[in-house]
């Protein structure tokens, strides 16, 4: 084959705007409740620990927001990021579908989570504050703050999950590199920490405590914020940059997905790239579009979990949001892609799959490895062991095309690389990563 596989969308050609998916949302969202009198949280409730820039984000009902310059400015440094067809990935699997990606990984830090990190850390520059506070999984939301921070010149203190700390340590150097204090949750350091140790001391950590542990931490000082990488609406709006350019650069190249898939933590990069295209479909012009959010069978929220008010931390702290949740004090098993790890998902898009407006599915971490094993044969790259959730769907879509001859245009996000995840390939290529819901291994051995 001779024709171009990337479709490259033009510097001057960005994105102005963000767009938020609550001005077209048909049902309005349940507000978030104050953890303590569990009345509608206010903006004042949540300027202890927020600028005021980004609450009005947060419940922000106008259509298109715009990018500040010195956002967009950074955002140069990296984007647009590259759309790739998939194309010896769709020979390799004999499928008459088309699959193109939005390659995340061609950013700074390796993942999407940058197009926010900016983003915060420019709206807490500017309201003064000196230094931020938050949680990570895997590290990669860690890393993008961290170099947002040094970029803007802030102090970053992170709480790390202590198995993700273990797992991948160069993530942890990656994000010392960036001049930030790296913690491994649950620390000795706050109350929360304390709490959890006494009574399970071998704890792995969760993403739930790592929040507890940063909030208490931001709320002690004045000059001191906490930034959250996902769940939050504010947080989706600013990774809508990415489907805002994902239709730019299908249009270039005559096309309109029919499914649109992306792998789901707290659902920031999901909502990212499905959110410009689940436009279309709330305002009715594609009725027809599918959009599907992939996460781990051990951590299924959306699958297999409840529809209701929940903490977004293990202590507690956060308001009440109303979401698809397995429970605040749910601790995940330690499958190896940590930023999946997350009991809850945002609100908007819980809110979307509850009135249908979108799908979900769930896999395995084996068959997930062995699906990013395949993609990395074909494409090249070495996908974030989260984002391969988003490939194995993918190909099982693909495959699915196959058996019925439709040549069906799919698009998923490709959110991160994984090439500070090798350990965990290692682990997988000598056979010691294990599932952990019983469920049968691997089915469709069609995909190799
Ligand atoms: C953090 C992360 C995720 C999960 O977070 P979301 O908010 O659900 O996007 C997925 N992929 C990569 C590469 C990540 O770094």
């Given at each position: 084959m001779s024709s171009n596989k990337i479709v490259f969308?033009?510097?001057?050609?960005?994105?102005?705007?963000?767009?938020?998916?609550?001005?077209?949302?048909?049902?309005?969202m349940d507000p978030p409740l104050h953890p303590g009198t569990k009345q509608p949280a206010g903006p004042q409730d949540l300027a202890a620990i927020f600028p005021m820039d980004l609450i009005l984000q947060e419940v922000s009902q106008e259509r298109f927001i715009e990018i500040p310059d010195e956002v967009r400015d950074l955002y140069?440094?990296?984007?647009?990021?590259?759309?790739?067809?998939?194309?010896?990935?769709?020979?390799?699997?004999?499928?008459?579908?088309?699959?193109?990606?939005?390659?995340?990984?061609?950013?700074?830090?390796?993942?999407?989570?940058?197009?926010?990190?900016?983003?915060?850390?420019?709206?807490?520059?500017?309201?003064?504050?000196?230094?931020?506070?938050?949680?990570?999984?895997?590290?990669?939301?860690?890393?993008?703050?961290?170099?947002?921070?040094?970029?803007?010149?802030?102090?970053?203190?992170i709480f790390m999950v202590k198995v993700s700390y273990n797992q991948k340590p160069?993530?942890?150097?990656?994000?010392?590199?960036?001049?930030?204090?790296?913690?491994?949750?649950?620390?000795?350091?706050t109350n929360a920490g304390r709490n959890v140790l006494a009574k399970d001391p071998d704890s792995p950590g969760s993403l739930g405590i790592a929040i507890s542990e940063a909030i208490e931490m931001a709320v002690q000082r004045d000059d001191t914020n906490y930034s959250l990488g996902s769940v939050l609406n504010h947080v989706l709006l600013h990774q809508t940059i990415i489907g805002e350019e994902a239709r730019l650069q299908m249009e270039m190249v005559n096309e309109y997905p029919d499914i649109v898939i992306g792998c789901v933590g707290g659902g920031s990069n999901f909502g990212g790239i499905a959110y410009p295209f689940l436009r279309d479909k709330l305002t009715g012009t594609k009725k027809n579009l599918e959009v599907i959010a992939v996460e781990p069978a051990s951590c299924p929220t959306l699958t297999k979990g409840k529809y209701e008010y929940d903490f977004g931390d293990e202590a507690g702290m956060t308001p009440l949001l109303k979401m698809y949740t397995l429970g605040h004090d749910f601790i995940p098993p330690k499958i190896h892609a940590g930023g999946l790890r997350y009991h809850g998902a945002a609100p908007s898009i819980s809110l979307l799959y509850n009135i249908g407006a979108i799908k979900a599915s769930a896999y395995e971490q084996t068959e997930v490895f062995r699906a990013a094993q395949l993609f990395a044969e074909t494409e090249g790259i070495v996908p974030a062991p989260e984002s391969a959730h988003a490939i194995k769907e993918a190909i099982a879509q693909a495959l699915r095309c196959k058996e019925s001859g439709e040549a069906k245009t799919i698009l998923f996000n490709l959110s991160g690389h994984g090439f500070l995840d090798l350990g965990s390939y290692e682990m997988y290529l000598d056979n010691q990563l294990e599932n952990y819901t019983g469920q049968p291994e691997f089915t469709d051995a069609a995909v190799r």
């Open positions: 969308l033009e510097q001057s050609k960005m994105p102005t705007h963000y767009y938020n998916v609550l001005a077209d949302v048909p049902v309005p140069r440094l990296s984007r647009p990021t590259p759309l790739i067809r998939a194309a010896i990935l769709e020979n390799k699997l004999d499928t008459p579908a088309k699959i193109y990606f939005k390659y995340e990984g061609a950013n700074p830090t390796g993942s999407h989570k940058t197009n926010t990190s900016y983003a915060q850390a420019y709206y807490n520059k500017k309201a003064g504050i000196k230094r931020l506070v938050t949680e990570t999984g895997a590290g990669q939301w860690g890393s993008a703050l961290a170099m947002a921070c040094k970029h803007f010149g802030m102090e970053c203190e160069y993530r942890r150097t990656f994000m010392k590199l960036f001049g930030a204090s790296v913690h491994a949750s649950p620390t000795t350091i």
